[in-house]
């Protein structure tokens, strides 16, 4: 397992997997271990996947001063990374919370970036976040299911701020909550740093007027890949986050919650790749 030591000495942690070019991907949590990720729905056939874990995560070092962990201080972690593959420009696919970290990475480092592909993203970066509203319309969508007479009341209740997170309303984040969805789903408690997900979000990690403008002088082809499921970014929300990134473009994965790959794995591989400009036949 490859390791270099960020700015301040924490030693960090990445993963590599798969063949081909390489492709870096950030794990969102926020905080989680890059495990959950798995191939990616098979873009290990077609490119080497770097997964770094963020600090304080996975294999990654506990860095001496906690505040590092907000957002926008991960920023240099990232370059680093990128340096330390040796790479010119990079090929960026963030997921979720790292949204975030990859938009204010994108912000200021524009040049670094060739292709970004943001995967059910959090745009917290923009002055953006999903809505309970937007989260509870989603979850409609889910109403023929045979777990949503009980997940819904126990998650509009979580959305109100009236009650904590419960495990009954997991299915939410999964297209299909089938045994592959609950075995995923098994490994989240274990594989976030809760303390470093409290820092994440914290004041002052966003300053999205200046990001929007640093923006402007990203050139690289950006893709917002959402889930037709997902209310957080619902497919509106993403199509907005598109509209304030010249040239983005937004794909709905049909069927899919918060974790795409694993809803249709070969759907999600295929759109990706032809994104990033690779071949997704499995034959070649």
Request: hydrophobic share 40%.
């Given at each position: ?17 798969g ?9 969102g ?10 191939d ?14 963020l ?35 990079i090929?960026?696919?963030a997921?979720?919370a ?19 592909v ?11 976040r ?27 209740a ?21 045994d ?7 490994h ?40 037709e ?36 794995p070969?759907?999600?591989?295929r ?14």
């Amino acid at each position: 397992m490859p390791t270099f030591a960020a700015t301040d000495g924490t030693a960090l942690a990445y993963h590599l997997r798969g063949e081909g070019a390489p492709l870096a991907v950030l794990p969102g949590g926020p905080m989680r271990a890059s495990g959950y990720l798995g191939d990616l729905g098979g873009l290990t056939a077609h490119r080497r996947l770097a997964l770094l874990d963020l600090r304080g995560t996975g294999e990654s070092g506990t860095p001496p001063d906690p505040a590092s962990y907000r957002c926008d201080r991960m920023v240099d972690d990232v370059e680093r990374w990128r340096d330390h593959l040796g790479l010119e420009r990079i090929d960026l696919l963030a997921h979720s919370a790292a949204g975030s970290l990859a938009l204010l990475y994108a912000a200021r480092h524009p040049h670094r970036i060739r292709r970004l592909v943001l995967v059910t993203p959090n745009p917290s970066a923009l002055g953006m976040r999903a809505t309970p509203g937007e989260r509870l319309a989603a979850a409609r969508l889910r109403a023929d299911e045979p777990w949503f007479g009980r997940a819904f009341p126990a998650y509009r209740a979580w959305l109100a701020g009236d009650s904590d997170f419960d495990e009954v309303f997991l299915p939410f984040f999964y297209g299909r909550w089938d045994d592959t969805a609950r075995a995923h789903a098994e490994h989240e408690e274990a594989q976030t740093n809760e303390e470093a997900a409290g820092h994440y979000f914290a004041e002052g990690a966003f300053t999205p007027d200046v990001t929007r403008a640093a923006l402007a002088a990203l050139t690289a082809p950006v893709l917002i890949h959402a889930g037709e499921y997902d209310g957080g970014p619902c497919p509106a929300l993403a199509r907005r986050v598109a509209e304030a990134l010249s040239g983005a473009e937004v794909s709905v994965q049909p069927g899919a919650g918060h974790y795409p790959w694993l809803d249709d794995p070969a759907h999600f591989a295929r759109r990706v790749l032809a994104f990033l400009g690779e071949d997704a036949d499995p034959s070649r």
